[in-house]
């Protein structure tokens, strides 16, 4: 169920422990909740996605007192979605030259991993470990929550 809050301290939602004060806070769990949002009168507000806080430097006083806009946290994990790559469901230049050279040898190994909006790093890696796949090594040591 979605649920609006008003003038939230966003320093308790973001990584480095920084962030003034926000008209609303509305988290979206599910892509039902984003469509209520949207259907809400808040649609009108402007708006700034938080997801999991870590990439954002919000200061802690505005001008005004309140930041000039709303925060969406979208936190809509689910599992990830793994598809066999085959060169012939995908333009040219959409993979690195050596991929392509792979998939066109029908080297068969390659894989397709897709995930929403809001999905935790750490529980793709752990997903991605468990099934063998390989490839998002460098995000191991991002900052997230």
């Not at 200061?59 to 790559?85: N, Q, V």
Request: proline share 6%; glycine share 8%.
């Amino acid at each position: 169920m979605l649920k609006l809050e008003h003038n939230v301290l966003l320093k308790n939602k973001t990584t480095i422990r920084l962030g003034g004060l926000a008209p609303y806070y509305c988290k979206i769990k599910s892509a039902q909740d984003l469509l209520a949002f949207m259907e809400q009168e808040y649609k009108l507000l402007p708006c700034k996605i938080l997801g999991g806080g870590s990439n954002v430097i919000i200061a802690d006083e505005s001008l005004y007192k309140e930041l000039p806009f709303g925060i969406l946290d979208i936190d809509i994990a689910g599992e990830a979605e793994c598809t066999p790559l085959q060169a012939k469901n995908l333009p040219n230049d959409s993979l690195p030259p050596l991929v392509q050279k792979k998939l066109s040898e029908n080297h068969s190994s390659f894989v397709h991993v897709s995930v929403g909006a809001g999905h935790k790093i750490p529980s793709l890696l752990q997903q991605c470990r468990k099934n063998g796949w390989s490839g998002l090594e460098g995000l191991v040591g991002i900052p997230c929550r």
